[in-house]
């Protein structure tokens, strides 16, 4: 799908594909929230949800849980995934069986100017499903998503007072 | 007998509103459930600390009138449902059930896709899995007569007949 939005319909405008791929996530969220939510108690606060987010939501969507939690008490909430599901098949270095350095070297830097964005486009997703589910939830918040090292990844969530 | 129900968003929008009865008092129907939205939001805003209720979905029974009891329903994504009834003498656990069943009947309305999240729900599942669960309230507990199903077939508009154990 992601490869869909960025190659054919929106190839030659990347931030509109990006945007299109949250939307898509931000109403999946939506949806799944509701029937997710169905057997539980209401929340009492913003922590209680990030935390169903964290638990429960992630389990149901990637068969495991998110791995740290951090945030600043003011808003600012961090879900740190070691091992993202759909970052785990992504290949990190581009194999290279180039005997010349040099040409190995822009072969790998090229590829590496490519994979960055390819790989950051798949993070879209998952962000616009976090920002729909908590969003129906009844929390304003803007998601974006950190991949300093593969295949783990951070997710930053911002709660919009 | 069930006489109307209603979900309400979280914007206190009508998304479905839906009575049952053939008189013209669907104005007080809907009125009572506009009075019972005052009440979810006065029990939503101060709790009372006793027991296990706290923050459960099931709100129990919001206002009794003579004729009525309007019992509510709130669900984590803030979105009520209402449903005013004429049996006086109502099972809790009855009515939990009856949520339950509307409250699925609900998320599987807004997961289609061509629903778009706050405007009315205009599915006919929807509508007609109300009407089974309006029919049939507590599990199959009481039948209707086939008089009473057609009629409410027309005011629903239906070309095609529809019951489920006809």
């Known amino acids: ?161 | 007998m069930i006489v109307c129900v209603a979900v309400v968003g979280h914007q206190n929008n009508p998304l479905y509103l839906q009575s049952f009865t053939d008189a013209d008092d669907a104005l007080k129907l809907h009125h009572i459930v506009h009075c019972s939205l005052d009440v979810i939001d006065e029990r939503v805003n101060n709790p009372k600390k006793t027991g296990p209720t706290l923050n459960e979905a099931f709100l129990g029974l919001l206002y009794p009138s003579e004729n009525y009891k309007a019992y509510g329903y709130l669900t984590n994504t803030k979105v009520k449902f209402i449903f005013v009834t004429t049996d006086l003498d109502v099972k809790d656990a009855d009515v939990r059930n009856f949520f339950k069943r509307f409250h699925s009947a609900y998320v599987d309305a807004v997961s289609n896709p061509f629903h778009v999240p706050g405007k009315k729900i205009t599915s006919k599942t929807f509508a007609e899995r109300a009407l089974s669960i309006f029919l049939f309230p507590f599990l199959g507990v009481g039948m209707v007569e086939p008089e009473v199903l057609n009629s409410y077939h027309e005011t629903l508009n239906w070309k095609k007949p529809w019951c489920p154990f006809v």
């Open chain 1, 1 to 161: 799908m992601v490869s869909t939005y960025c190659n054919r319909f929106y190839s030659s405008k990347p931030e509109l594909a990006a945007r299109r791929i949250e939307a898509i996530g931000y109403q999946v969220g939506h949806q799944l929230s509701e029937r997710y939510t169905m057997e539980r108690p209401r929340f009492s606060d913003h922590l209680e949800a990030i935390k169903f987010i964290c638990k429960d939501f992630w389990s149901e969507l990637f068969k495991k849980q998110i791995d740290n939690l951090k945030t600043n008490h003011r808003g600012t909430f961090v879900l740190q995934d070691n091992r993202f599901r759909w970052l785990t098949r992504m290949s990190v270095e581009p194999t290279s069986g180039n005997t010349d350095a040099s040409q190995a070297d822009s072969s790998t830097s090229a590829a590496d100017n490519k994979a960055l964005p390819a790989t950051s486009m798949h993070l879209y997703f998952p962000c616009g499903i976090i920002r729909g589910a908590l969003t129906n939830l009844g929390i304003p918040c803007a998601v974006s998503a950190d991949m300093s090292n593969l295949p783990a990844c951070s997710f930053v969530i911002r709660i919009k007072a």
